[in-house]
């Protein structure tokens, strides 16, 4: 009997794709294994089979595959559903989820990897010898410090240690030259061995804090509330010590035999939840997120199918696509950030409400936990679609901070400031450097000054391929896009006036950084934001560093929000809000209480409270007096009914369908007519085509269509008569070029 298998290719393609499987291979194949297949005339893809039947499709050539890549499965039953759910529900298609979760060293040959190690050659295995060759040295200082290095670090005639060759050049502080020279002599020689890239350090086991009433408390409640539903959301203030809880909730979970999956939006924070959540599971968790090499999320992935699965998995946003054998829990962990929602590239998938979807596939619990609930979250859980778990005391005795509000325009007014900080804020900064306390300030834009202006002509450096201004990064003496990269350096002269004056308008970090070295100079500053935090341990640096109290400020973008908990910060400051507050989207104000919330929740210390001084010249908006007071209940309320009167989430869907082009006119047109028949079956829903804030990207034209729908209808319909509209007219040959996607549930 003809053998056929469905595949899906990592291609940007809808549906899956049939091939015929020859005689020889009928034994190989099975659903979740990857296959070899042509594709046109010359191309072959490494392609993952979804199903195998013997159903012929007609109509069009059947090529056979050519050869199976894998003698088991590499994906399982219900990763492939998820991808399913993702494909329909977000309208990606599945060879873009494909490409997007597994890693790439899956798709192609993968080698273990070896490291060099050193070994005394055997004629120098000898004490005797070696102290002579030591003393014989001397004339070659370098050489000398080695082989002495060598020695003191493994220890070869006593304890024996290995070293690899690496870590000997670090250690003696030499360059590879040296070592060459000496293996020359025959003094020392390199062996290789092969390792796993997985950490199997030692950790030693410590039984996990008992918690205090108001945890245990907690604890029992989200118990109670998954014997009834699926999902909970724990809502605790800043410092509650949630961690706490979720550790004796995964414990639970293992002692059923379960798996847990542990969420966090931040590579940022994944260090220090790792630290201690490996003293009291050990080597049972296993890391897994994008600044990995591909080599170790490989590996990390073959664990997980194979007879030794890793019990816990701490990720980012990736880690829901790892496959489980047995999920019992996840946590979502601050699960009201914008990062578990992928924006770019497809699948534009928002991990968070997919958590739910897979834990449903595993009859799965879900703990969604937060200090600021996003509104949808805590709509679902005062309407009972989910369980909801109070914590109102901070731990340790901590009390919340108190928050000042500073009239930024009254102060500016009576000059009392200095540079971007006002008096009160300069004060409380140099009493706390005085007391060795520390502060953090927050300030949402990266860069040195977002705009920069000739004095004379006001003439703005703008982007070439982008319509936004250019930002000034004093330190690399550049403008930068920060929407496509484009740089050049920064001008000395205007070429509109040629005049040599420039203003710098705003603030950047860059330039807070500048303010506050010329303010405090002996202070220890450290600033954090996309540009210090480029590499993996860039990140962990700053964030230990300040923990160990090696920095006295730490000056951030959101990075330093989510969750990260010091005890010895005295002082935090919000440089400006009206940024936050001015920000044109229905969910502007839900994200300045959430960020600054979030920001003031990281003073605090052990033996008092700490201090926010919050800088705004909007002192009148309604949503401060709210963070001032901690008051989430009527921020909630108050945002929910501005949401039921215009029509958004969670009362409405929403669908944003965007329009890509290099040519305007030919863009304009095509716009026009899809809004056109989307407006001819969603009536009044639909709303647009309009220019989003920044309507030029990377030489891109980009218009924007808005779908509102009552949550009523359904998404897959609704999905399906999108796709139907974008088929029929991207077939005609002029429109053929526009790039048309859709983000369901934007943020
Ligand atoms: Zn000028
Ligand atoms: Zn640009």
């Not at 024996?160 to 020279?181: C, D, G």
């Not at 990390?300 to 701490?314: F, R």
């Not at 009972?384 to 340790?396: A, D, E, N, Q």
């Not at 963070?627 to 009914?641: E, M, P, S, W």
Request: with cysteine; proline share 5%.
């Amino acid at each position: 009997m003809n053998k056929f298998v469905d595949v899906i290719l990592p291609l940007p393609l809808q549906g899956t794709f049939t091939y015929s499987v020859p005689e020889n291979l009928q034994e190989s194949v099975a659903p979740g294994c990857r296959v070899k297949v042509p594709l046109g005339k010359s191309k072959t893809y490494t392609a993952l089979i979804t199903s195998v039947h013997n159903t012929e499709t007609i109509g069009y050539e059947i090529k056979p595959i050519i050869e199976v890549l894998d003698e088991t499965p590499i994906i399982l039953e219900n990763q492939v559903k998820l991808w399913e759910w993702i494909s329909k529900y977000y309208l990606c298609s599945l060879g873009e989820i494909y490409k997007a979760a597994v890693p790439q060293g899956l798709k192609g040959e993968f080698k273990p990897r070896t490291e060099q190690r050193v070994r005394l050659a055997t004629k120098c295995n000898d004490k005797k010898v070696v102290n002579l060759l030591l003393q014989s040295l001397s004339r070659a200082p370098r050489q000398q410090r080695l082989l002495d290095t060598f020695i003191k670090v493994t220890d070869p005639f006593g304890n024996k240690k290995e070293i690899s060759k690496h870590k000997l050049i670090e250690t003696a502080q030499v360059n590879a030259t040296i070592y060459k020279q000496l293996q020359e002599k025959g003094i020392l020689e390199t062996y290789e061995v092969e390792i796993g890239r997985l950490t199997k350090e030692y950790h030693e086991i410590v039984p996990h804090n008992s918690l205090n009433p108001a945890q245990k408390k907690a604890f029992e409640e989200i118990n109670e509330c998954f014997k009834q539903k699926n999902v909970t959301l724990l809502h605790g203030v800043t410092s509650a010590g949630k961690t706490e809880i979720y550790i004796h909730l995964i414990s639970e979970a293992l002692k059923k035999g379960q798996q847990v999956l542990y969420m966090l939006p931040e590579i940022a924070l994944t260090k220090q939840i790792t630290e201690r959540l490996r003293r009291v599971f050990g080597s049972r968790i296993g890391v897994y997120h994008s600044k990995f090499s591909d080599a170790e999320r490989v590996e990390i992935w073959k664990k997980q199918i194979g007879d030794e699965p890793y019990d816990i998995i701490l990720g980012v946003r990736s880690s829901l696509f790892l496959p489980f054998q047995n999920l019992g829990l996840i946590i979502v962990d601050e699960e009201h950030e914008n990062s578990y929602k992928q924006q770019d590239p497809a699948p534009r998938y928002n991990a968070r409400n997919a958590a739910v979807v897979l834990a449903s596939y595993y009859n799965a619990k879900t703990l969604l936990g937060t200090a600021t609930p996003s509104i949808e979250s805590y709509y679902n859980a005062t309407t009972g679609k989910y369980g909801l778990v109070s914590l109102t005391t901070r731990h340790r005795e901590m009390r919340l901070p108190k928050i000042e509000v500073i009239d930024m325009q009254e102060y500016c007014r009576k000059k009392l400031t200095v540079g971007p900080f006002s008096d009160p804020l300069v004060e409380a900064m140099s009493n706390a450097l005085k007391e060795k306390k520390q502060i953090i300030l927050f300030q949402n834009r990266r860069g040195y000054a977002p705009l920069l202006e000739c004095k004379t002509c006001g003439w703005v450096p703008k982007c070439k391929h982008c319509d936004v201004s250019l930002t000034l990064h004093k330190n690399a003496d550049k403008l930068v896009c920060h929407y496509c990269g484009y740089t050049i350096p920064a001008p000395k002269i205007c070429p509109n006036c040629e005049e040599n004056k420039f203003i710098n308008m705003g603030y950047g970090t860059e330039k807070i950084e500048d303010d506050l070295q010329n303010l405090f100079p002996e202070a220890r500053i450290k600033r954090m934001d996309l540009d210090t935090t480029r590499t993996r341990t860039a990140y962990e640096n700053i964030i230990g560093d300040f923990q160990q109290g090696k920095t006295d400020i730490l000056i951030g973008t959101q990075m330093v929000s989510k969750g990260l908990d010091f005890d010895n910060v005295a002082v935090v400051g919000i440089i400006n809000a009206d940024t936050l507050l001015n920000y044109p989207d229905f969910r502007a104000t839900e994200r300045a209480y959430q960020l600054m919330a979030q920001v003031a929740g990281r003073a605090g210390r052990k033996d008092g409270e700490g201090k926010v001084f919050l800088q705004t010249k909007m002192t009148e908006a309604p949503v401060i007096p709210l963070i001032v007071r901690n008051d989430y209940t009527t921020f909630y309320d108050q945002q929910l009914g501005e949401r039921m009167l215009f029509h958004y989430p969670p009362f409405y869907r929403l669908v944003y369908i965007y329009m890509k082009h290099r040519d305007v006119r030919v863009l304009e047109e095509f716009s026009e007519l899809m809004g056109q028949k989307m407006r001819e079956i969603f009536d009044n829903r639909i709303l647009g085509p309009d220019l989003p804030p920044v309507a030029r990207v990377k030489q891109l034209y980009i218009r924007k269509i808005v779908l509102k729908v009552e949550n009523t209808l359904s998404q897959y319909k609704i999905n399906e008569v999108l796709l139907n509209i974008q088929q029929a007219f991207c077939q005609i040959a002029r429109y053929r070029a526009i790039s048309m996607y859709y983000d369901i549930d934007p943020l």
